[in-house]
């Protein structure tokens, strides 16, 4: 069953947001050459502090951090740790959320670390995000949940790789629902699987996390002895961007984004919802 929220419940995760957004700041300056991945989580946990809210990382299904730190190969859910060093060079996909007063937020990012960076792992994040981007200003009252999967996956398919092939829209991971918890009805493909129907309608009040996972190989992923870090099976790099997304009367607004998606949204001609909190 999908949770329809109320302006007042939008304005809370409006909240939560603001805190997820705040973190992708500390961390995307702290996340140089030498740092590691455990530094990263560490920064996030002050910013929760200061912020008085809640990981809704940190002990779901046993999670032990309060950040995922997804480095190259690593698609999504990789644990901080102090071995972990990051290099120049390095992608990190930082994906990570926050609760306030029972409300959440989630939105993950890719990162460069140092320089140097190949000219494809450049590209594929603009991809992913752009990707993702394109999946938000899908988000219409009377559309369906498949014409966000539509926008996503006709982004990708349409940028043309460097070197020639295709990128890996990631098949077994995708966004959500979310409200009252991190992950809620319905499932968000990042593709268009005709075997799901079109899903339920787009009604202000729906709130998704949209986020695209992709590679620059196969679209297939594996789960290490960790139980948590996946990686793609076939070894090659990937890029991880979400934005939790409330649709309202006015259109949708940006959670996660510090202007609520104004300026991107605009690039597709979409205008975002004011503000609740001015």
Known sequence: MVQIKSPE???????????????????????????????????ARKVLAENGAKSNFLGYGGFPATICTSVNDVVVHGIPSDEVVLKDGDLISIDCGAIVDGWHGDAAYTAFVGSGHAPELIELSRVTEESMWAGIAAMKT????????????????????????????VE????????????????????????????????????????????????????????????????????????SVALTEAGPLVLTAVDGGKAKLAEHGVTAAPDPLG
Not at 206 to 219: H, K, N, Q
Request: glycine content about 12%; overall charge negative; charged content about 25%.
């Open 9 to 43: 419940q939008i304005a809370k995760m409006r909240e939560a947001g603001l805190v997820v957004a705040a973190i992708h700041a500390a961390t995307r300056e702290a996340a140089v050459p030498g740092a590691t991945t455990k530094d990263l989580d560490d920064v």
């Open 142 to 169: 009377g559309g369906r949940l498949v014409d966000v999967s539509r926008a996503i996956e006709t982004y990708v398919r349409r940028q043309p790789k460097p070197g020639g092939g295709r990128y890996g829209i």
């Open 172 to 243: 077994d991971y995708g966004g959500h629902g979310i409200g009252t918890e991190m992950h809620m009805d319905p499932h968000l493909l990042n593709y268009v699987d005709r075997r799901r129907g079109k899903g339920p309608k787009l009604v202000p009040g729906f709130c998704l996390a949209i986020e695209p996972m992709v590679s620059l190989g196969t679209p297939r992923t594996e789960v290490l002895e960790d139980d948590w870090t996946v990686i793609t099976t076939d070894g090659t790099w990937s890029s991880h961007w979400e934005h």
